[in-house]
């Protein structure tokens, strides 16, 4: 059965970082794409950065490009999502989810599955 779990999520101070971790199983990252998605309160769930097993490449969100960095672990059994200079309102919960046979050219929601359970990000001034 193909999970994913996300953990790492707290509660940071604007501008302070934080790293996103999400363990994958019975499955490999080789054949799928890997995308980070949030989802803040009253909002639709939009994607954030996205991994692409088969070559390694990467895709930003504009709101995040320069400052957060989506990679894999050696083992290819961990996502991770490292967060920089965060802003008040990146207050979410994050999840990440896995779309078999994709690159990162398109990231949409309704590609994806599974999905992990989420992570809550919450930020103070």
């Known amino acids: 059965e193909v999970q994913l779990m996300e953990s790492g999520g707290g509660l940071v101070q604007a501008g302070g970082s934080l790293r996103l971790s999400c363990v994958g199983s019975g499955f490999s990252f080789d054949n799928y794409a890997l995308s980070w998605f949030r989802q803040a309160p009253g909002k639709e769930r939009e994607g954030v950065a996205c991994?692409?097993?088969?070559?390694?490449?990467?895709w930003y969100a504009d709101s995040v490009k320069g400052r957060f960095t989506i990679s894999s672990d050696n083992a290819g059994k961990t996502l991770f999502l490292q967060m920089n200079s965060l802003k008040p309102g990146a207050a979410a919960v994050y999840y990440c989810?896995?779309?078999?046979?994709?690159?990162?050219?398109?990231?949409?929601?309704?590609?994806?599955?599974?999905w992990g359970q989420g992570t809550q990000v919450n930020g103070y001034a």
């Open positions: 991994f692409a097993g088969s070559d390694g490449k990467t």
């Open positions: 989810a896995a779309a078999f046979g994709q690159m990162c050219y398109t990231v949409r929601a309704e590609m994806y599955h599974p």
